[in-house]
């Protein structure tokens, strides 16, 4: 008997998890596996941001935090917004919440009626649009291409709006292409969506820090749609603080109560301990933490390269983040003799047993034509990577 409800019967499992997982489970099992499944920087969270954690606990912050966070956060956010991205959102338009995963969820919940429609172009990170669903909303998706450099265009946007739309979401930089939006992209986009007060947008910003090029520009910035956007940023990325599961939003004061009224319900508050480490990272300037995008650069590059050595896929040059997203249907068709490969996510599974290297399928990021690299780790442990896929891509004939 399936006792459990249609709403978690009907949801997926994180595609990016699962394949951490399994690469976990296949490593305990002795398997020599190279994750570059999961975006997750490797570094140690920086020793001023764990001292300012250890210091919290030694002075007793352990009781229940205002539930939108500490006043001294939101004020290091609020400081944070105008010093690096030059936005005015009072600490009373902030929430803090358990992560950037969190704070989408918050506001989509908040936002999306059941039937009510969000524009997504993809490829798009993987929760998306499966926390849309659990809203009762309906996604609805607009197709890019590595052309394009995965972005839609204002055009497409505008052909996308029914009188059901009610959000837009996408992230700049963005996961999994690495794409990012120029100021004039952004321009164009909002001046499509500033006609239609009903919808709104949400803007996942968790990767600003993580950019090889240009300035980050953030839709907020237009001040004739800014009450309708929704920054969604966080700690996990450019801070090296995955665990700590901290995220925030900027927002109109309106969707900021909502969001803290939801969070009452769910969470209450994030943890003590990592608002107050947040606090140390936030209120830093970011310059202090700048080697580990130097470090992500220089990835960046030593993939394309080795990636460049391999023939068959395609891909753009990512201009942030830490992932490629090779379109490898080159690949289709093809066959080692054992498998053939009808579609990207044959392609994972085939590198997974026969490079023992864990991807993802970008049928996750509804783009079925590629697939995930995760450049987060050591030039060492990429080189093996690639080296492996080379060899186990050559058998496909
Ligand atoms: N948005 C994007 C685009 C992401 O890649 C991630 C990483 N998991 C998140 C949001 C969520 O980040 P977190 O919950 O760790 O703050
Ligand atoms: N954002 C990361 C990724 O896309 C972490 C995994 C997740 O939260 O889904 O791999």
Redesign the pocket.
């Known amino acids: 008997m399936n006792y459990l409800s249609q709403r978690i019967n009907e949801l997926e499992e994180s595609a ?1 998890i699962a394949m951490a997982r399994l690469s976990r489970e296949l490593q305990e099992q002795g398997h020599d596996i190279i994750n570059l499944s999961l ?2 920087p490797d570094f140690v969270t920086p020793q001023d941001i764990r001292e300012a954690a250890k210091k919290a606990i030694d002075d007793g912050f352990t009781f229940y935090p205002p539930i939108a966070g500490y006043a001294d956060l939101r004020k290091a956010i609020s400081e944070k917004f105008k010093r690096e991205n030059n936005l005015d959102y009072a600490p009373d338009q902030i929430v803090v919440s ?7 969820a918050n506001v989509v919940m908040s936002l999306v009626n059941p039937g009510e429609e969000v524009i997504i172009p993809t490829p798009y ?1 993987v ?1 998306y649009s499966q926390i849309i669903k659990l809203a009762g909303g309906v996604p609805v998706f607009i197709n890019t291409s590595i052309e394009t450099d995965f972005k839609p265009t204002a055009e497409q946007i505008k052909n996308a709006i029914t009188p059901k739309t009610k959000l837009l979401m996408f ?1 700049s930089p ?2 999994p292409t690495g794409s990012m939006y120029s100021k004039e992209e952004l321009q164009s986009i909002a001046e499509v969506i500033a006609p239609h007060p009903q919808i709104f947008i949400l803007s ?1 910003e ?2 600003e820090h993580i950019r090889f090029e240009g300035t980050h520009e953030s839709i907020a910035q237009f001040d004739f749609i800014k009450e309708r956007v929704i920054i ?1 940023n ?4 450019g801070y090296a603080m ?1 665990g700590w ?3 925030y939003i900027g927002a109109s004061k309106e969707i900021a109560k909502a969001c803290d009224k939801m969070q009452g319900q769910f969470t209450s508050a994030a943890s003590s301990i990592a608002q107050k480490a947040a606090v140390k990272a936030i209120s830093t300037d970011w310059s202090e933490y700048e080697y580990m995008r130097d470090l992500f650069l220089k990835r960046r590059n030593l993939v394309l390269d080795l990636m460049s050595q391999i023939p068959g896929w395609k891909f753009n040059k990512p201009k942030g ?1 830490f992932y490629v997203f090779p379109d490898v249907t080159y690949f289709f068709g093809k066959s080692d003799g054992e498998t053939t490969i009808k579609t990207a996510s044959d392609l994972c599974m085939y590198l997974l047993k026969e490079a023992k290297v864990s991807l993802v399928t970008g049928e996750a990021f509804g783009d079925d034509r590629c697939i995930r690299i995760s450049y987060a780790t050591s030039e060492e442990i990429l080189t093996e990577a690639l080296t492996r896929i080379k060899s186990a891509l050559a058998k496909l004939q």
């Open positions: 990016t975006g997750e358990t992560g950037a995963k969190q704070s989408i990170w929760s992230s963005c996961n996942d968790i990767y969604v966080g700690v996990s990325k995955t599961r901290i995220g983040a």
